[in-house]
């Protein structure tokens, strides 16, 4: 039985040392945040494991664009599940636009007349989803004549980052690395609406059953599985669900917000998903509390800190 330490904060000392100083405590969140960057160092240096990251929330107008990017291209990460709205701003932030921060928020309705939207204290400017439509329109044209249909979404979303050219975006780098993302909730999302106006001008036609068909094949040809899940929701549901092809996963790092009490997945401790073979008997879990923009930097910030030492 561990003792618990006080923690000793000093002038100058890195995000590494911090969370070290967490492991001497021990307990509680603090605890919780140094047993999953020991996780994730694992998950990133043992190359057994097929690393999956799951976005859900507002991660890419949030400020996490560069650093889920990074991950992608020391391929630490090997393959995204995104919720449709990390998309949609990963795209919006491509083609020029910038999010924008207002503490405390501007009156809702002053901001609609403003043209703006808000997503907690983030706001964007409603023209930026009319030039993101305009861009959704070319590729699939492009798409189209090249007669690139039925097409599934982790290819369409690879076209997409193609043709982007900002070097911070998830979909531009992912596509650079071959790095497949999937996006099972991309019709919830201003983009679906895209797609849908394009399909009543001039027809589309998607496959989505061909992700779950590369999903399928990327958890069978994988030794280990390992997953970062940031938030809940279909993301995190979609990773987990398809790893019931190999009796689950071999460990899984949840950073969430939500409770248990109401029975959601989103709020779900990891260790139930135990019990529906989501994950291995033997799997190594950690679900630590808290938001997202704030514990995800740091336990990531602490793991490259140790794992690229010079």
Known sequence: MKTVEDMLITPGMTVGQLVEQMRRSGTLGAGRLARATDLVCEMFREPDYFVFLTMAGPLTPSG????????????????????????????????????KVEIPPTNDLTLRRMGLGRIGDILVDQKAFEALEKTMHKILEDLSK?????ISTF???????????????????????????????????????????FSQLKGLALNPLRDLHILSDLMYESKKV??????GGLPKHHILGA???RDGVDAAIQITLDRPEGGSLSGAPLEEAVSWKKARARSKLVTVIGDTTVIFPVMIAAAIERLEKP
């Open 243 to 245: 790893s019931i092809l």
């Open 64 to 99: 996490l664009r560069k650093l889920i990017s990074g991950l992608v291209e020391r391929e630490y990460v090997n393959a995204i599940v995104s919720n449709g709205a990390n998309i949609v701003h990963d795209m919006i932030s491509a083609i020029g636009f910038k999010h």
């Open 226 to 231: 390992g997953a970062i899940i940031l938030g």
């Open 146 to 150: 090249r007669g690139r249909q039925p």
């Open 155 to 197: 290819e369409l979303l690879h076209e997409v980052g193609m043709k982007l050219s900002d070097p911070n975006s998830v979909l531009r780098t992912a596509a650079i690395n071959n790095t497949p993302i999937f996006c099972p909730g991309l019709l919830d999302s201003m983009i679906g609406l895209h797609m849908w106006t």
